[in-house]
């Protein structure tokens, strides 16, 4: 029963990673994002199947893990990318302000 009700708290969190990353493609900035933030979930995800395979518990559960994991690298990825594209922005700005002076 523990494996399950553990694989029901990954689903419920891991529904949530598909959105965010969708939420974040769309936005096209980094602005409401946060790496400290998302380092932290993979840091967290780590430590979860490090705890499976240390203590032998390897079962669906960890595939769970794997897939949250994959999602929530995808974010890290996005993020980079908004940020690449914030300072693209800024530049344009900056450029526009000045030649308009």
Same mark, same amino acid.
Not at 42 to 47: E, K, L, N, R
Not at 54 to 71: C, E, G, P, R, T
């Given at each position: 029963?523990?494996?399950?009700?553990?694989?029901? &708290?990954?689903?419920?969190?891991?529904? #949530?990673?598909?959105?965010?990353?969708?939420?974040?493609?769309? !936005?096209? #900035?980094?602005?409401? &994002? #946060?790496?400290?933030?998302?380092?932290?979930?993979?840091?967290?995800?780590? !430590?979860?199947?490090? !705890?499976?395979?240390?203590?032998?518990?390897?079962?669906?559960?960890?595939?769970?893990?794997?897939?949250?994991?994959?999602?929530?690298?995808?974010?890290?990825?996005?993020?980079?990318?908004?940020?690449?594209?914030?300072?693209?922005? *800024? *530049?344009?700005?900056?450029?526009?302000?000045?030649? &308009?002076?």
């Amino acid at each position: 029963m523990s494996p399950l009700l553990e694989t029901v &708290m990954l689903i419920c969190f891991g529904l #949530s990673w598909p959105i965010n990353v969708m939420k974040a493609i769309k !936005a096209r #900035s980094a602005k409401s &994002m #946060s790496l400290p933030f998302i380092l932290l979930i993979i840091s967290g995800y780590v !430590a979860g199947i490090s !705890a499976k395979i240390l203590s032998h518990q390897i079962n669906y559960v960890l595939i769970v893990y794997f897939i949250n994991l994959a999602i929530v690298t995808v974010n890290l990825f996005v993020y980079f990318r908004n940020r690449h594209l914030d300072h693209q922005n *800024e *530049e344009k700005q900056y450029i526009a302000r000045h030649q &308009m002076a």
